[in-house]
């Protein structure tokens, strides 16, 4: 249950896209559809941005988008917006009832 | 409204027990795996311990397997963690979330209950 690898840190400038990479194994990322993005402001408890890989539940901005290539997830931010600024976490299904977190990235809008 | 409420937490020496529970409302908790994720002072999140919505599954992690139990009261709408031979790396803000259908997605996050291991 090792934790996928996300960069520490990608900032941008308003209405600019960034993209965060989270990467795992065949095990995890690579073997099951069911990776989730959520989005944590300080202080504050996550919030579910993207599930399934590339799903948006109701109510989350069409500017956040996911994809999946191989054994690495990937979250596109577009038209980026200082409240965008917060801690991303990637998180997949790693099997027999198990999951595994990412390491976290800060985005800094800036 | 959805609303996840935990409770439990708080100071307690290495070694003893704690048992965390979320209390559940605004949605047919029956339906959906629960799951409790951790986040130790000032670093990510960790996933700790899973259930399915009828307990036929249910998951660990590595580094609480054979000290943690998690477990679920479907009739009081109600999730438990019960924590034992607690050390001081399992002090974290504790939250309890919701799953999607399929458990796709944690949906719902609960505001989460601090749980600090010191002696």
């Known amino acids: 249950q090792s934790a996928l690898t996300q960069p520490a840190s990608v900032s941008g400038s308003p209405g600019q896209s960034i993209t965060i990479s989270c990467t795992g194994t065949?095990?995890?990322?690579?073997?099951?559809?069911?990776v989730s993005w959520y989005q944590q402001h300080p202080g504050k408890a996550p919030k579910l941005m993207i599930y399934?890989?590339?799903k948006r539940p109701s109510g989350v901005s069409n500017g956040f988008s996911g994809s999946k290539s191989g054994n690495t997830a990937s979250l596109t931010i577009s038209g980026l917006q200082a409240e965008d600024e917060a801690d991303y976490y990637c998180?997949?299904?790693?099997?027999?009832?198990?999951?595994?977190f990412g390491t976290g990235t800060k985005v800094t809008v800036l | 409204e959805v609303q996840l409420v935990e409770s439990g937490g708080g100071l307690v020496q290495p070694g003893r027990s704690l048992r965390l529970s979320c209390a559940a409302s605004g949605f047919t908790f029956d339906d959906y795996a629960m799951h409790w994720v951790r986040q130790a002072p000032g670093k990510g999140l960790e996933w700790v311990s899973s259930?399915?919505?009828?307990?036929?599954?249910?998951g660990y992690a590595d580094s609480v397997k054979g000290r943690f139990t998690i477990s679920r009261d479907n009739a009081k709408n109600s999730l438990y963690l019960q924590m034992n031979s607690l050390r001081a790396e399992d002090t974290a803000l504790y939250y309890c979330a919701k799953g999607r259908t399929l458990d796709s997605g944690w949906d719902y996050w609960g505001q989460g209950t601090l749980v600090t291991v010191s002696s």
């Open positions: 998180c997949s299904y790693a099997g027999s009832s198990t999951w595994v």
């Open positions: 065949s095990s995890d990322v690579g073997s099951y559809n069911l």
């Open positions: 259930i399915s919505w009828n307990i036929g599954n249910i």
């Open positions: 399934e890989g590339s």
